[in-house]
């Protein structure tokens, strides 16, 4: 599958089938995560991989999915076949603009460590839909209540949860539309 085939049928999947994701596809999901770029190099990404099922759905209570699907919703994180917890370590950028050639005020400009784990989800969410597999992210807003589950340190920081497995049909149509291109892309000057 080629690149542009991939952007079109990206879509952040939020109800699987509970089928278990292949190893392999994992680890190639993985791989390409790790191998998004970073700001000057530092690889201060990290991911935490999940496939156990008690552990998913200790996650998916931890994140409030029980208060969703009470809500009428599709149960999302629990049916997911793996979660991939990415995470981003800002010491290692603070470390690593430290250096000669780089420049620390950089970093109190824009957090770059934001932008690599950006990279990284993007790059993962594309693997996903060349595995044939189904991707969604869950924010990393409930960061305090997976920590401990998963034994994540406080200085790291959870962008979110990747979630990976086999794409159920959603019992609610999509409602949300594109914003068109005109308001979005400006050419030369805004």
Same mark, same amino acid.
């Given at each position: 599958?080629?690149?542009?085939?991939? @952007?079109?049928?990206?879509?952040?999947?939020?109800? *699987?089938?509970?089928?278990? +994701?292949?190893?392999?596809?994992?680890? %190639?999901?993985?791989?390409?995560? @790790?191998?998004?770029?970073?700001?000057?190099?530092? #690889?201060?990404?990290?991911?935490?991989?999940?496939?156990? !099922?008690? =552990?998913?759905?200790?996650?998916?209570?931890?994140?409030?999915?029980?208060?969703?699907?009470?809500?009428?919703?599709? !149960?999302? @994180?629990?049916?997911?076949?793996? /979660?991939?917890? $990415?995470?981003?370590?800002?010491?290692? *950028? =603070?470390?690593? *603009?430290? &250096?000669?050639?780089? #420049?620390?005020?950089?970093?109190?400009?824009?957090?770059?460590?934001?932008?690599?784990?950006?990279?990284?989800?993007?790059?993962? $969410? @594309?693997?996903? +839909?060349?595995?044939? $597999?189904?991707?969604? $992210? /869950?924010?990393? &807003?409930?960061?305090?209540?997976? %920590?401990?589950?998963?034994?994540?340190?406080?200085?790291?920081?959870?962008?979110?949860?990747?979630?990976?497995? &086999?794409?159920? !049909?959603?019992?609610?149509?999509?409602?949300?539309? /594109?914003?068109? %291109?005109?308001?979005?892309? &400006?050419?030369?000057?805004?």
């Amino acid at each position: 599958m080629d690149l542009a085939e991939a @952007l079109r049928r990206r879509r952040m999947v939020r109800h *699987y089938t509970g089928a278990a +994701v292949a190893p392999d596809a994992l680890d %190639r999901i993985v791989a390409a995560g @790790l191998s998004a770029p970073t700001a000057g190099g530092a #690889q201060g990404t990290a991911i935490v991989t999940v496939t156990a !099922p008690e =552990r998913i759905a200790a996650i998916a209570a931890a994140c409030g999915e029980p208060d969703w699907t009470s809500r009428g919703f599709d !149960p999302w @994180l629990s049916t997911a076949g793996a /979660h991939l917890v $990415l995470c981003v370590e800002p010491e290692i *950028y =603070r470390e690593r *603009y430290s &250096h000669p050639d780089k #420049q620390p005020a950089v970093l109190e400009a824009v957090p770059w460590w934001w932008v690599d784990g950006g990279a990284a989800l993007m790059a993962m $969410l @594309l693997a996903a +839909v060349a595995e044939g $597999l189904g991707a969604g $992210l /869950h924010g990393g &807003h409930r960061s305090a209540a997976i %920590r401990p589950l998963l034994g994540i340190p406080d200085a790291v920081v959870v962008v979110g949860i990747v979630t990976i497995g &086999h794409a159920a !049909p959603p019992r609610r149509a999509r409602t949300r539309r /594109h914003r068109p %291109r005109p308001g979005r892309v &400006h050419r030369e000057t805004w």
